[in-house]
């Protein structure tokens, strides 16, 4: 699979080599600057080349298929400080202009501040003029490929672990006395592979690796979605330095990062979620196959708070008058793509004792649920897991911390605070342990283009959540929980098949929520129903809307998970800037998973899940590993014909409403719910009509928990007077204001079009870049 790479289309290279080496740790080392807007500092990655861990692959796979493999029981990651002094000190008397080795006759083709930038090549490794072989079958040198854009990388060299005192033990062959690469690599590979058990001291040997003296700058290129990194006479992955230092920092206009202020006004930066993943905030493999761990050592001036994926819960060291560091660590490998930072000058609101009579009650495990507390096997790679931990399997509530702007917090303790427990209560009592041991939430600025975001040990949701009462902010916040297991815990091997992540947590949030409020059966069903018919009438409204090959759950069919022989694939439509506003991977992905619950009954359904999750937590999946082992699972009696060919053919491969869906749609009685608004509906308009004195106007705050719909209902009906709350919603709710830019557009009003060019204009500098293109696309 060669990756040819078209720059009229609209699909994301994941350029990294991953089929040659992988790298299992990244330590960072980085300093924020708000005044220049921009992160910079090193980043130390610790290599594996492809022959060791492909056996490793091969076995797990090998436990996958075996229920009589061994328990693997690890020693769980408790709060771990290990300080990480700044890596310059080794390089502190250098200036960054002469960092880059230039290839082909030494030909300087760095910018003027000395930087290597991304420069408009050709894509794919063939364009690379070192020509370089980027497998270990060749006569050239190896080329390790990482994705990497819009950063300016300053240098990179190989780190000398063997100067880090204690590390010569990880030597195994005596003949291996003197200093070399291969001593070298050696011991970055007994590093990486020690038990679980020893995770404290491998963070530790890793920060003082990290810390480690350079031995030699490597040479290094890049392109627009790349950075190429070689030494001279390395022809094999094998040979390739297995610890390299990459000097480098981002860029304002970076795609994976915003600048931006808080809703207070203060100066905030944060991971958006950008198409482009991380690899605009450091060079790193972008392929979910790379699953790696982390830690970071993060510096900024002592107002900020530094938030990250980690499992501890930081606290800020301070370095000197001004400045503070904050450090993270991560133990459970996860693709890069998952790391998150914020830093603003959030304020934490402190938790009250949480009271069982706000919505749900804590309850102990009644029999029917000791079923899920599985102990045995985990067909993971080795990582402490609290699946096998005793007393994580029976924590209902993590622990959590909550963040938000200043203005923000009165808001929070009012809603979001009391809900987070009993949600993550409800969430424990349907799937078990969860994967995770701890969550910060964070309320982040009103240019955030989503209503949450989940990512391991912290969540981003949107301001817009906290004027919808419990409704939303409890639906959202059990959506975003959903992720720990599906999307995280459990993520797609093909990002193409996005229905595995939002479909189940769509379908999960409401189970959640149901349980968090304690509903009975027949009040659970009824919402659920309501929600489903809500849902149906989005999704057909999707239909009519989107490009039939972006309506596909699973694109690329029988070569879904395929790569090239490099490891290099392309998401498809991964750059669309319509695609995150789209819901098709949610809708489809719910529907299907509604299917096959009512049709297997919910305790089946929910018994099989449980055990799904404990068989692939810490692994990717693709839709036949779900489906297969569905099927596989359930009575003859109840399986009805059912197949994963023919669930591919009516649900992932085929554009428009699923065969299946349409016929339930046909079929099914309308809920008590549903009927019960209907009449509510009627009643109103019927009211409307009546002539009626003039009334002194509610408050304001009648319409806060409907503020879409009522926007929407100023611009249909052309309620001037209140023109004033449809700009309000496009600057504070811009998670939920471009479909009302669509509204503003497609009414062909002169007044409405000049509101919607004036609120762009005033936002457009702080929106998110793909809500940008897609709203300036609608305007102009």
Not at 277 to 286: G, I, V
Not at 568 to 590: D, R, T, W
Not at 632 to 657: A, F, H, T
Not at 685 to 701: D, F, H, L
């Given at each position: 699979?060669?990756?040819q790479l078209?720059?009229a289309?609209?699909d994301?290279?994941?350029m ?5 080496i992988?790298v ?8 924020v ?6 992160i ?10 492809g ?14 298929q075996?229920?009589?493999?061994k328990?693997c ?8 400080h290990?300080p ?14 002469d960092f880059a ?8 083709t760095s ?26 079958h ?5 080329l390790l ?6 950063l300016?990388?300053?240098?990179v060299?190989e780190?000398?672990?063997a100067a ?6 990880f ?7 003197v ?10 590979r ?12 491998q ?16 040479l290094?290129d ?7 990194i070689r030494?001279?006479g ?8 297995h610890?390299?230092r ?15 202020s ?7 930066v ?18 979910p196959?790379a699953?790696?761990?982390?830690q970071?050592t ?14 501890n819960?930081?606290?800020p060291?301070?370095?000197w008058?001004e400045?503070?560091?904050w450090y993270y660590y ?12 914020a830093?603003?000058?959030w304020?934490?609101?402190?938790m ?20 899920f507390?599985h ?22 509530i ?12 009165g ?7 009391r809900l ?10 349907v ?6 041991s ?10 955030f283009?989503s ?6 040990h912290?969540?981003?949701?949107s ?29 797609a091997r ?5 229905w ?16 968090a ?18 849902r149906?009438?989005?999704l ?19 070569k879904?998970?395929?790569t ?13 800037p ?24 919910d305790?089946?359904?929910f018994?099989?899940?449980r055990?799904?999750?404990?068989t ?17 699972n ?6 009805l ?12 491969e085929?554009?428009g409403i ?22 509510e509906?009627?009643?109103?308009i019927?009211?409307?009509?009546r002539?009626r ?6 408050k304001?705050?009648?319409f ?7 926007c929407?209902?100023?611009v249909k009906h052309?309620?001037?007077k ?9 600057q504070e ?21 000049q509101?919607?060019r004036?609120?762009?204009?005033r ?13 300036a696309?609608?305007?102009?």
């Amino acid at each position: 699979m060669d990756i040819q790479l078209d720059p009229a289309r609209d699909d994301l290279p994941l350029m990294a080599n991953t089929s040659h080496i992988l790298v299992k740790h990244y330590v960072l080392d980085l300093d924020v600057d708000f005044e220049s807007q921009v992160i910079e500092g090193t980043i130390v990655l610790f290599l594996e080349d492809g022959n060791r861990f492909k056996k490793q692959n091969s076995s797990i796979e090998e436990a996958c298929q075996s229920e009589s493999n061994k328990a693997c029981k690890f020693g769980m990651p408790e709060p771990c400080h290990i300080p990480v002094t700044n890596a310059r000190t080794f390089s502190s008397e250098m200036e960054y202009n002469d960092f880059a080795i230039c290839s082909k006759g030494e030909k300087d083709t760095s910018d003027k501040d000395g930087n290597h930038d991304n420069q408009e090549h050709a894509s794919g490794i063939s364009s690379s003029k070192y020509c370089c072989d980027t497998g270990n079958h060749g006569s050239e040198d190896f080329l390790l490929v990482l994705d990497c854009c819009d950063l300016s990388v300053l240098k990179v060299e190989e780190v000398d672990v063997a100067a880090v005192p204690g590390l010569e033990k990880f030597t195994r062959s005596p003949e291996l006395t003197v200093v070399s690469e291969e001593f070298r690599n050696q011991i970055v590979r007994e590093l990486v592979t020690l038990p679980a058990n020893r995770w404290r001291e491998q963070l530790d040997y890793y920060a003082r690796c990290s810390q480690a003296p350079g031995c030699g700058e490597l040479l290094f290129d890049t392109d627009t979605w790349s950075l190429q990194i070689r030494k001279t006479g390395a022809q094999t992955a094998t040979d390739f330095p297995h610890a390299i230092r990459i000097w480098y920092k981002t860029k304002p206009e970076g795609r994976s990062v915003t600048w931006t202020s808080d809703q207070s006004g203060r100066p905030c930066v944060y991971t958006v979620g950008s198409p482009i993943n991380n690899r605009a905030l450091f060079p790193c493999q972008e392929p979910p196959v790379a699953m790696s761990t982390w830690q970071a050592t993060v510096r900024a001036a002592a107002s900020f708070v530094v938030l990250m994926s980690g499992e501890n819960s930081a606290k800020p060291t301070q370095l000197w008058e001004e400045c503070s560091s904050w450090y993270y660590y991560v133990t459970m490998p996860m693709p890069a793509s998952t790391f998150t930072i914020a830093v603003g000058c959030w304020t934490e609101m402190k938790m009250e004792t949480w009271s069982s009579n706000d919505l749900a009650t804590e309850r102990p495990f009644s029999p029917s649920e000791a079923n899920f507390r599985h102990v045995g096997v985990c067909s993971h790679m080795e990582y402490p897991c609290r699946f096998q931990n005793a007393s994580a399997t029976t924590q209902e509530i993590i622990p959590h911390r909550v963040f938000a702007p200043v203005c923000l917090t009165g808001a929070c303790q009012e809603t979001l605070l009391r809900l987070i427990p009993p949600c993550l209560s409800a969430a424990h009592s349907v799937l078990g342990a969860h994967p995770f041991s701890r969550l910060d939430v964070l309320i982040v600025p009103a240019n955030f283009p989503s209503l949450g975001m989940a990512s391991p040990h912290i969540m981003f949701l949107s301001q817009s959540i906290l004027t919808g009462g419990n409704h939303l902010c409890g639906t959202r916040l059990c959506h975003e929980i959903a992720h720990a297991w599906f999307g995280l815990a459990i993520g797609a091997r093909d990002w193409t098949e996005e229905w595995l992540s939002e479909g189940f947590a769509t379908h999960l949030e409401d189970v959640f929520w149901a349980t968090a409020q304690q509903l009975a059966p027949y009040e659970a069903r009824e919402q659920q129903e309501l929600r489903a018919c809500l849902r149906w009438r989005r999704l057909q409204d999707e239909m009519q809307c989107s490009p039939e090959e972006m309506q596909v759950l699973r694109p690329s069919k029988d070569k879904t998970g395929h790569t090239s022989d490099s490891g290099a694939s392309v998401i498809k439509h991964g750059l669309n800037p319509e695609k995150i506003f789209m819901q098709v991977h949610y809708l489809k992905g719910y529907f299907l998973l509604r299917f096959l619950a009512k049709r297997l009954g919910d305790e089946t359904y929910f018994s099989f899940l449980r055990k799904f999750v404990h068989t692939f937590h810490g692994q990717l999946i693709l839709s036949q590993d779900f489906l297969q082992m569905l099927l596989e699972n359930i009575p003859e009696e109840k399986r009805l014909e059912l197949s994963v060919e023919n669930i591919y053919q009516d649900w992932l491969e085929s554009s428009g409403i699923p065969k299946p869906l349409q016929r339930e749609r046909r079929a099914g009685a309308e809920c008590g719910l549903a009927r019960q608004v209907r009449a509510e509906v009627t009643k109103w308009i019927g009211v409307n009509r009546r002539p009626r004195k003039r009334k002194r106007r509610e408050k304001e705050e009648v319409f806060e928990k409907v503020r879409h719909r009522w926007c929407e209902l100023i611009v249909k009906h052309k309620f001037t007077k209140a023109y004033k709350s449809v700009e309000r919603f496009l600057q504070e709710d811009q998670a939920m204001g471009v479909y009302l830019y669509g509204e503003l557009m497609v009414s062909e009003d002169a007044r409405q079009q000049q509101l919607a060019r004036r609120c762009f204009e005033r936002t457009k500098e702080q929106m998110d870049r793909s809500s940008a293109q897609v709203v300036a696309e609608m305007l102009f």
